[in-house]
């Protein structure tokens, strides 16, 4: 019989017996399993000496001895002096026209809060045709002066999605596109115009009377129509007196009781928001001032509305625009109409001066 003793030795552990010629098997390989040498780390053959000036400058420090400041001064050594610029400012500034022309006609009452007679509001609304006599084809219209009077942002966008709707159709495709576009706004304000002035809304359902072109656009807007009544006057056209420009309103009606210059529009994309509706409410503001001010008509409208429908019969988006709102729109259409004055006094400058 033997016996074991343990001693511990350093990090391992060391067993002494006695001397003998006769051992256990199981002896040997307990034996064997405690003098087993540990594995190699893999660091044990990194050059501990080639970088222990590293691992010291490391181990050093607990936190970084940059600073913000050291930083600063570094970078400044590498790239140069920081340029400081000021911000763009993301809203547009804020323009006023020189010359505050009265939204309203002060001779006439608004309607806006007062109810008229039912007799003034009986009967067909008005439609006063284009005169493309002399008297009236000198006169620019709200468009063509919106059109020339865009902002480089505006012209900006506008070109892009020109530029990229040609890469997709090409030049011909494009062409074809615009026409189509056009094509059906001129079938829908023409269907449109038939249910407003029969006052049958049961026209709005799927009938041969109106081409499929225009059915999304009137199950669109079914839901405003419900809100709409005492149709006063359907693509007339309205003149400013004074400062001498002209349009043609879609229609002016009342929407929940309001007196409002509605204008309609078609729309492949959804645009819930009256931002999203770009120049629409100058232009409603500039029609409903040319109205106000325009002796054809005996009564004045400080409201808009515009309402844009969707092909695929997705409910329409009306935003009203209440008086406040109007005035805001009508400054900015005066600090338009004042630009496009401006444009044309010196382009014809400029052609008096060619022909001298």
């Known amino acids: 019989m033997f016996i074991l003793k343990r001693v511990a030795s350093g990090g391992g552990i060391i067993l002494r017996i006695p001397q003998s010629t006769s051992l256990p098997v199981s002896y040997f390989s307990a034996c064997h399993c405690l003098r ?18 590293l691992v010291k400058s490391v181990m050093s420090f607990r936190v970084s001895s940059q600073t913000p400041e050291t930083l600063l001064v570094e970078d400044e050594n590498m790239y140069g002096p920081v340029v400081k610029c000021q911000m763009p400012s993301t809203r547009p500034e804020m323009r006023v026209p020189k010359t505050l022309h009265p939204f309203l006609h ?6 806006e809060t007062a109810e008229p007679e039912e007799s003034e509001e009986s009967g067909p609304p008005t439609r006063i045709l284009l005169n493309r006599g002399k008297d009236r084809s000198f ?17 900006f966008y506008l070109e892009r999605w020109k530029r990229k709707m040609i890469a997709e159709l090409g030049e011909e495709g494009f062409k074809e596109y615009s026409q189509n576009l056009f094509r059906q706004g001129k079938l829908f304000h ?8 029969s006052g049958d809304k049961n026209l709005l359902s799927d009938t041969p009377e109106h081409p499929p072109e225009v059915q999304g656009y009137l199950q669109s ?8 009544r005492a149709l006063r006057a359907i693509e007339s056209v309205v003149q400013h007196d004074s400062l001498g420009y ?3 309103v879609d229609c002016v009606a009342r929407y929940r009781g309001v007196l409002c210059v509605i204008d309609w529009k078609t729309s492949e994309k959804p645009k819930p928001f009256l931002s999203n509706t770009y120049d629409n409410p ?5 029609y409903a001032g040319a109205l106000n001010n325009d002796s054809n008509y005996k009564y004045q409208v400080e409201s808009g509305l515009i309402v844009v429908a969707y092909k695929d019969g997705t409910p329409a988006h009306a935003h009203q625009l209440r008086s406040e709102l109007m005035l805001q729109y009508w400054n900015k259409w005066l600090v338009r109409f004042e630009e496009f004055t401006k444009q044309r ?6 052609a008096s001066s060619e022909k001298r």
Do not use: F, N
């Open 221 to 228: 807007i079914s839901h405003v129509l419900e809100d709409v």
């Open 36 to 53: 087993s040498s540990k594995r190699r780390s893999p660091y044990s053959t990194v050059d501990s000496e080639r970088y222990s000036s």
């Open 345 to 350: 006094s010196s382009h014809a400058s400029s």
């Open 246 to 248: 002209r349009g043609i």
């Open 190 to 197: 023409s269907a449109l115009e038939d249910v407003l002035t």
């Open 106 to 111: 002060c001779e006439e009452t608004p309607e």
């Open 282 to 286: 100058v232009q409603v503001a500039a």
């Open 139 to 155: 006169l620019p219209s709200v468009t063509r002066i919106l059109q020339q009077t865009l902002s480089p942002q505006q012209i």
